[in-house]
C-alpha cells in the first residue's frame, strides 16, 4: 500500500483505530492481517463528501468508492443492504440491485436509519464493519482495483484498501454494471 495518495498521509490502521468507528474498529480487530490490507488517512470532516474531499485531497474521483445504503421491501418485509460504487458513478437501485435483492422495492434509506443501523455518521459509512446479516454488492470494477479510498465509519478519515479486500468482506456480492459511471 502506498504512504501517500494525492495529498493524504495514509498510517496504519490498527495503530490508529481512534480514526474509525466502533463497528470498523471492531470488524478490524478480527483480521489478522489489517494493516497490511488497510491504510487510515485522518481528513477535515467538512470536506469528507467526495467532490470536496477529491478536490482538496488531490485524489481523482475515480480512486474514491462511495458506499450506500439501500433499504429493500417486499410486501410488510423490509431489509438493508449496502452498495459500492465509485465516486464518479451512479448505482442502478431500481434495476440490478432491487431485482438482485428480490424486492418490490428499494431506495436510499433515511438518513437516520443508515446511522442507527451502522453506528457510523452519515457520509462515512463503509462496508466495513457493517451489520452481519446486510449483503454487500459491489461494483466489480471496484473489486478489480488495486487501491481505492472509502469511508472509515466516521466523517473524518478515510480507509484505503484493494477491491480485492471489499470483495473479500461477509456476504459481498461481486456484480458487473452495478453503478453507471456518470459523464457530466
Given at each position: 500500500m502506498?504512504?501517500?495518495?494525492?495529498?493524504?498521509?495514509?498510517?496504519?490502521?490498527?495503530?490508529?483505530?481512534?480514526?474509525?468507528?466502533?463497528?470498523?474498529?471492531?470488524?478490524?480487530?478480527?483480521?489478522?492481517?489489517?494493516?497490511?490490507?488497510?491504510?487510515?488517512?485522518?481528513?477535515?470532516?467538512?470536506?469528507?463528501?467526495?467532490?470536496?474531499?477529491?478536490?482538496?485531497?488531490?485524489?481523482?474521483?475515480?480512486?474514491?468508492?462511495?458506499?450506500?445504503?439501500?433499504k429493500?421491501?417486499?410486501?410488510?418485509?423490509?431489509?438493508y443492504?449496502?452498495?459500492?460504487?465509485?465516486?464518479?458513478?451512479?448505482?442502478?437501485?431500481?434495476?440490478?440491485?432491487?431485482?438482485?435483492?428480490?424486492?418490490?422495492?428499494?431506495?436510499?434509506?433515511?438518513?437516520?436509519?443508515?446511522?442507527?443501523?451502522?453506528?457510523?455518521?452519515?457520509?462515512?459509512?463503509?462496508?466495513?464493519?457493517?451489520?452481519?446479516?446486510?449483503?454487500?454488492?459491489?461494483?466489480?470494477?471496484?473489486?478489480?482495483?488495486?487501491?481505492?479510498?472509502?469511508?472509515?465509519g466516521?466523517?473524518?478519515?478515510?480507509?484505503?484498501?484493494?477491491?480485492?479486500?471489499?470483495?473479500?468482506?461477509?456476504?459481498?456480492?461481486?456484480?458487473?454494471?452495478?453503478?453507471?459511471?456518470?459523464?457530466?
Amino acid at each position: 500500500m502506498n504512504k501517500n495518495l494525492g495529498t493524504l498521509k495514509i498510517l496504519p490502521v490498527m495503530n490508529n483505530l481512534a480514526l474509525v468507528a466502533l463497528p470498523t474498529a471492531s470488524f478490524l480487530k478480527s483480521l489478522s492481517n489489517a494493516d497490511s490490507e488497510v491504510g487510515v488517512s485522518e481528513i477535515d470532516a467538512a470536506l469528507s463528501d467526495t467532490a470536496a474531499f477529491c478536490e482538496h485531497y488531490q485524489v481523482d474521483l475515480a480512486r474514491t468508492v462511495n458506499c450506500i445504503v439501500i433499504k429493500a421491501s417486499r410486501g410488510d418485509k423490509n431489509w438493508y443492504a449496502a452498495c459500492i460504487v465509485f465516486g464518479n458513478a451512479r448505482a442502478d437501485v431500481n434495476g440490478l440491485i432491487r431485482r438482485h435483492l428480490g424486492a418490490r422495492k428499494a431506495s436510499f434509506a433515511p438518513m437516520d436509519e443508515a446511522t442507527t443501523l451502522t453506528g457510523m455518521e452519515y457520509g462515512g459509512i463503509t462496508p466495513v464493519g457493517l451489520p452481519t446479516d446486510w449483503p454487500i454488492l459491489i461494483d466489480k470494477a471496484v473489486a478489480d482495483s488495486a487501491e481505492v479510498v472509502i469511508g472509515s465509519g466516521l466523517r473524518k478519515s478515510k480507509l484505503i484498501v484493494s477491491g480485492k479486500f471489499l470483495a473479500h468482506l461477509p456476504n459481498a456480492v461481486v456484480l458487473d454494471h452495478l453503478g453507471a459511471i456518470e459523464t457530466n
